[in-house]
């Protein structure tokens, strides 16, 4: 039988004790980045193109903190307190704190993520059983993200086990909510209550296609939600299928 409790600590303990630990913050953003300008002046704009006018001209050595950046340009501020934007190839003429010129992205939810690891946990209804899932996944590009998914899901009929591989298309990575689509295949073992007459265990191919979407909450971290059909190729006449919804937790690392 499958036992839901372990997936549910297992959920608690991913989300909660690297909070109180301190040594990962999940769900703040990362601190602004402070460089130091490296070349004769930097023309600062009004605002983020070039038909903002110039009031003001960063010198060398002058320290800028980087706010925030839109499509070729950074909001930036002085040290005086004074903000506004420069053209995002200026920043090839500033250094960091390790003496290099800074190593960022226009969009963090894209490009940046692009080969890390992405490890989740979801509750939902599994066709009206209670159902938990673990998840971890690999961004190869920025759009597409390999994934393995090990679900649970406790019925007042039967208890059953998923285990999955798929792939996840992102087809805009860079909204803060992103929709995907996804397309997979595993195996699913059902064990009927003992209570029923027929109660031999089954184990079938699955066969499943997903639709949802990240909702960022910050640079790592995001909440999921989460749609999939699961179509069961079973050895009887008829074969089965199956909703799920899930609502979740994944992170970036």
């Known amino acids: 039988m499958p036992n839901l409790v372990k997936p549910s600590l297992l959920l608690l303990l991913l989300f909660s004790a690297p909070l109180h630990a301190g040594w990962l913050d999940w769900w703040s953003e990362d601190e602004p980045l402070v460089v130091t300008v490296n070349s004769a002046y930097i023309d600062v704009y009004t605002g983020p193109g070039r038909g903002y006018p110039i009031f003001y001209a960063l010198e060398k050595g002058e320290t800028i903190t980087l706010l925030k950046s839109r499509t070729g340009w950074i909001k930036v501020a002085t040290a005086r307190g004074q903000e506004g934007w420069v053209k995002r190839d200026t920043m090839a003429d500033t250094i960091d704190s390790t003496g290099e010129p800074p190593d960022f992205t226009d969009d963090y939810r894209s490009?940046?993520?692009?080969?890390?690891?992405?490890?989740?946990?979801a509750f939902g209804d599994f066709d009206g059983a209670d159902s938990t899932t673990l998840s971890l996944g690999y961004r190869f590009t920025r759009n597409l993200t390999i994934e393995a998914r090990y679900g649970e899901q406790a019925g007042s009929f039967s208890d059953s086990d998923v285990a999955s591989l798929g792939l996840t298309h992102q087809p805009f990575p860079e909204w803060r909510v992103s929709p995907y689509l996804g397309l997979?295949?595993?195996?699913i073992?059902?064990?009927?209550?003992?209570t029923l007459v027929d109660t031999e265990d089954r184990e079938d191919t699955v066969w499943q296609a997903s639709l949802g979407t990240y909702v960022y909450l910050s640079r790592r971290f995001f909440l999921r939600l989460d749609y999939t059909n699961h179509y069961l190729l079973t050895s009887r006449e008829t074969n089965?299928?199956?909703d799920e919804w899930r609502v979740g937790f994944n992170v970036f690392f």
């Open 111 to 121: 490009d940046a993520v692009v080969g890390q690891f992405e490890l989740g946990a």
């Open 184 to 187: 997979g295949a595993g195996i």
């Open 189 to 194: 073992n059902i064990n009927p209550s003992a």
């Open 240 to 242: 089965d299928e199956v």
